[in-house]
């Protein structure tokens, strides 16, 4: 059973699916498209996953779910050690914490800045706070990204690959243009062909 990729338009598992790209995996990509008003996933995804939430893979019979989880399992099971460091090795400790400070800290004041935004005058007292949260989650991901534009090391990782989401979004921001060199590495990014292939499967 080829492996098979739940990916809801314009979220998180466009990663997953230009790790596939990068790994040359084959893979099944099963599509589901968000409500035009609510903007929320279909029900249909719960019928997969009881919160109904994309990335999901399916691999040999196993549903496995969260985008970092994820990107090590592929890796590790399929990876032959590439785009992540040696095990046991200092880098390998950078990466694993690089692959979860995607979700687990940098996504967290983007998504707070958007849920907030929709309370109006609501929402202002929260606004500064939130804004310090963005500058100062960006400006370390600016600072400890690497001469050779990677977040570890001088090629490509997951934990490039996890961060990709965040920071495209982050130099998007009104105050992108104070992270010149996160701007660089998201150009890259985007230049790349398995990133390229990845973006017209999941958004073609």
């Known amino acids: 059973m080829a ?8 979220s998180r598992s466009q990663r997953i699916v230009w790790l596939l ?13 968000r409500d035009a008003v609510t903007n929320f996933a279909p029900p249909e995804l719960k019928a997969i996953h009881p919160l109904g939430k994309s990335p999901l893979l399916e691999d040999d019979g196993v549903l496995i779910e969260e985008s970092g989880a994820i990107v090590q399992y592929l890796l590790d099971r399929y990876g032959k ?3 992540q460091p040696a095990p046991g090795t200092p880098a390998a400790l950078r990466h694993l914490q690089l692959l979860h400070f995607a979700e687990g800290s940098a996504m967290i004041p983007l998504l707070l800045r958007i849920y907030v935004s929709r309370l109006g005058d609501g929402g ?8 310090s949260e963005v500058t100062n989650h960006f400006d370390y991901l600016e600072s400890i990204l690497e001469p050779s534009g990677y977040f570890i090391g001088d090629s490509l990782t997951g934990a490039d690959i996890m961060l990709s989401f965040p920071v495209g979004i982050a130099v998007k921001q ?9 701007q660089a590495f998201t150009a890259a990014i985007e230049a790349r062909p398995a990133w390229q292939k990845a973006m017209a499967a999941t958004e073609g």
Do not use: C, F, M, T
């Open 3 to 10: 492996i098979r990729v739940h990916h809801l338009n314009k």
């Open 21 to 33: 790209e990068e790994l040359g995996l084959p893979y099944e990509l099963v599509r589901y498209q």
């Open 81 to 83: 050690g590439a785009l």
């Open 124 to 131: 202002v007292p929260l606004h500064g706070r939130i804004d």
């Open 174 to 182: 009104p105050e992108g243009s104070r992270w010149p060199r996160l």
